[in-house]
């Protein structure tokens, strides 16, 4: 027998641990079912409920608004999700029961009755916020601090996460199209079945990362969400601002919402406190120079909440325009609406490697290339991208039909916009957070990231009454405005980092 042989978790393949392998497959199973069944939900929604592909005929904005609720909670799950893997659980535990929640919810999904519809939806919700803030912690811990192969081995994670969603993209929608909603909803649980196999098979390979927390490293120096509530309620100005947002909100939403209402009041309360909890954090730093940075920290996740408010009209807004609107045949074949979610995800591999190039060069030539920059031109590139469906509109009111490459187009903008904002945004995060706050940070960023999702759905309703047109002309010029307006005032906002990022340092040193 070999004894210099390595321990099967030691493993490697292809100069990483096998153990990434298995995480890759487990993700890219996990976004097919994912993202297979977000292109189709909407589209399921209003389809009328007889012909050949019978669905629930709601009207459009009924769709959008439960579109919104669903992707806001699903991002929002990831903070009690987080929470119970590194406390309680540790994150492969977690990432295993995710898996089943997911399984279960996808699969009843496939039923045909309403109560497996709700069901299936609030299993997927808390199987994604078991999994998807934990399977990422996963991938770190295989590699020791300072690995130089851990920014390559993400990188190859992240290719198995757009591959399961285009592949989702072209399969899940041609199911849907070919044998109905629910026979999408199944395959999409298939899906997550082939993932969920593989995690549990290769649990060899995870044997040292991710395991239940010992008791010394559950009381870190991180503050708790406890100690934060305690100190928010126990405290005259954060509890004032905290209970006059939730009471005034409250009262708009009973006197001024219909639909929804007590949802809507829930909604308010539970930013309110989010509010009063950044104020308590506030109060709480020690030093200007975490103060400061701190600010520049809340501003960067408005960015997030306009950044994906717009983005996220792919899965609603726009998969209607393409199912409604859009002269989708080609070659003769009429492509299923949901199909053109593969744009996104397709573009995301083609041009990741070009973007990021772009940056270093433009680095090294001396240019402006902090987060900030990138994250708000991001957001100006991805705005722009809706002139395309704004052309698309005027098109379709003189002909009756939009062509196809309107969207393409969008999509492409849409995905170079999120290659330069999205990556840098949380790395960003982790450089301003205060450190006794970093977790707390991250679930604050998650929130940030489902209320641009709501923000979205929010949007897609009012194209009901405004049209689409109007829709995308606005989001254009709002994120176009915004963007340029972080860059106008970027130098005030890189001195309140104080040289938090390296290039900020290079510049000053």
């Not at 680095?363 to 987060?371: Q, V």
């Amino acid at each position: 027998m070999d004894k210099t042989k390595k321990p099967v978790h030691q493993r490697e393949l292809f100069g990483h641990p096998a153990g990434l392998y298995i995480l890759f497959l487990t993700e890219m199973w996990e976004r097919f079912s994912y993202y297979g069944m977000r292109g189709i939900l909407v589209l399921y929604l209003t389809a009328q409920t007889r012909g050949d592909n019978p669905g629930l005929g709601w009207l459009d904005g009924e769709a959008l608004s439960l579109y919104g609720w669903y992707t806001m909670l699903v991002y929002v799950a990831s903070i009690p999700g987080g929470i119970i893997a590194d406390k309680i659980i540790g994150q492969k535990r977690a990432v295993m029961i995710g898996g089943f929640l997911l399984v279960a919810g996808h699969g009843i999904l496939s039923i045909e009755l309403m109560w497996a519809f709700y069901s299936g939806l609030g299993l997927i919700i808390a199987g994604v916020g078991m999994l998807k803030p934990n399977i990422s912690t996963l991938v770190g811990g295989l590699y020791r601090q300072g690995d130089e192969r851990r920014d390559k081995g993400f990188s190859i994670f992240y290719i198995g996460i757009n591959t399961g969603a285009a592949l989702a993209a072209l399969v899940v929608a041609w199911v849907a199209d070919m044998w109905g909603w629910h026979a999408g909803f199944g395959l999409a649980a298939i899906g997550m079945v082939l993932g969920q196999v593989i995690y549990l098979s290769g649990q060899k390979y995870l044997v040292t990362v991710g395991n239940k927390p010992k008791e010394k490293e559950v009381n870190s120096e991180d503050v708790s969400i406890k100690d934060i509530f305690m100190q928010q309620f126990s405290t005259r100005i954060p509890l004032t601002i905290t209970l006059f947002l939730a009471v005034a909100s409250s009262v708009v939403a009973w006197n001024f919402i219909e639909d929804q209402r007590l949802a809507y009041i829930i909604f308010f309360i539970f930013l309110s406190v989010v509010v009063g909890m950044m104020f308590t954090i506030y109060q709480d730093l020690h030093t200007q120079i975490e103060k400061d940075r701190y600010l520049v920290l809340l501003l960067s996740f408005i960015i997030v909440i306009v950044f994906w408010g717009a983005f996220e009209q792919a899965g609603g807004l726009m998969n209607l325009y393409a199912e409604n609107r859009t002269d989708r045949f080609l070659f003769g074949y009429q492509i299923p609406a949901a199909a053109f979610q593969f744009f996104n995800p397709f573009y995301i591999i083609v041009f990741a490697v070009p973007v990021a190039n772009f940056w270093m060069w433009w680095k090294h030539r001396g240019k402006e290339a902090s987060s900030l920059f990138k994250m708000a031109n991001g957001v100006i590139i991805m705005g722009l991208g809706f002139v395309f469906m704004v052309f698309a509109s005027m098109q379709y009111e003189t002909l009756g039909k939009s062509a196809l490459y309107w969207l393409a187009l969008a999509y492409l903008f849409h995905t170079i916009g999120e290659l330069c904002a999205s990556p840098v945004a949380l790395s960003f995060i982790t450089k301003l957070a205060p450190i006794r706050y970093g977790a707390l940070m991250m679930g604050v960023y998650f929130a940030a990231t489902g209320l641009g999702n709501k923000v979205a759905g929010l949007i897609g309703e009012s194209a009901s009454e405004a049209g689409e047109l109007n829709i995308f002309a606005g989001i254009t010029i709002f994120c176009v405005a915004f963007g340029l307006l972080v860059i106008a005032i970027l130098k005030p906002l890189k001195r309140l980092t104080h040289g938090a990022e390296e290039d900020e340092r290079a510049m000053t040193s």
